[in-house]
């Protein structure tokens, strides 16, 4: 049985009751439900001395939206050679909910893997993800204006029942173009022995050693090569 009891309950406030709400719609819309509506209604109570007010929240969810196509957009041809490669990795798929939290995870695998391919400056500034529910298989000029109408109905009917949406993760123009640079590994410096409270080299009488390509500093002479 419960023994704690708040001697001072908190006043009702129907601004925080109003951040709920929106607070609840954001993260519904975050995973998918981007029609969701979140509502209350509140009752007062009277025990002995108290008012005590009771309040409901109500969440139609409406219809989840999928993803219906990915296209990533990346002008710098290196990037986008990097990315074509890696497609398959995607945590992006057709007919998956548009949730905030993978795409949030699909900008820091993109981020990752231009990072270990030698970009070790671009950061998520660089990459924007961007989706459209709109009819976006309709951009096409080409197209007769009868059957334009015709694909319109049809795409119309079925995002009805099944509302999708575009999603286009493109690479945004930076300011600071080393962003952008590509940089490859310089030279190999190792210190097998270094003392631990290194900050300055030059006061120590170190033996330098160059092997394979690697130049070895040591501090008591105890590196020996074989």
Known sequence: IPTDVIKKPPVFDTSAVHQS?????????SKGFRQAQVSFDSSMQVKKDQQRVKVNYTVDAGKIYRIDSVAYLFPDSALNHIVRENAGKSLLKK?????????DQELNRLINLFKNHGYYRITRDEVLVEADSSFAELIDPTI?????????????????????????????RSKDTSRLKQYRVGEFTVLPDSP???????????????????????????FKPK
């Open 144 to 172: 007769d204006p009868f059957e334009y109408i015709r694909r319109l109905a049809e795409i119309e009917a079925r995002r009805k029942d099944n509302p999708m949406v575009d999603v286009y993760v493109r690479q945004v």
């Open 21 to 29: 709400t929106v607070n609840m719609r954001n993260f519904m819309v």
């Open 95 to 103: 007919g998956e909910p548009f949730d905030y939290d993978l795409v």
């Open 196 to 222: 631990p409270d290194l900050d300055d080299m030059t006061i120590f009488d170190t033996v330098q050693t160059f092997l394979n390509g690697y130049k070895v500093i040591s501090f008591n002479n105890t």
